[in-house]
Nanobody
Framework: QVHVVESGGGLVQAGGSLRLSCAASGSIFSINVMGWYRQAPGKQRELVATITSGGSTNYADSVRGRFTISRDNAKKTVYLQMNSLKPEDAAVYYC??????????WGQGTQVTVSS
């Protein structure tokens, strides 16, 4: 069984920062891509950022330059540093972990609220 647990969400004023963390544990041994997605009320889940085991990153245009994704392979953990937050960044943020066999595992999500 694989567990994916996010933490670090909360309430922040516009222009502020938050750092999300996500740790994978259990029967997962070869992690390929780790990433963050978000879903705002009434909207589809969208990609925020991903990072491969080799460190290659990909960002949504809406967050590029403000958010930074990083990972610690030894700890099976991925981070999302979010700076200059905007009200439109408010959403439930989900962590995704994909292993080398393309199995996808999702966390339960962490709420990010940005007040204007």
């Amino acid at each position: 069984q694989v567990h994916v647990v996010e933490s670090g969400g909360g309430l922040v004023q516009a222009g502020g920062s938050l750092r999300l963390s996500c740790a994978a544990s259990g029967s997962i041994f070869s992690i390929n891509v780790m990433g963050w997605y978000r879903q705002a009320p009434g909207k589809q889940r969208e990609l925020v950022a991903t990072i491969t085991s080799g460190g290659s990153t990909n960002y949504a245009d809406s967050v590029r330059g403000r958010f930074t994704i990083s990972r610690d392979n030894a700890k099976k953990t991925v981070y999302l540093q979010m700076n200059s937050l905007k009200p439109e960044d408010a959403a439930v943020y989900y962590c995704n972990v994909q292993d080398n066999w393309r199995n996808n595992y999702w966390g339960q999500g962490t709420q990010v609220t940005v007040s204007s």
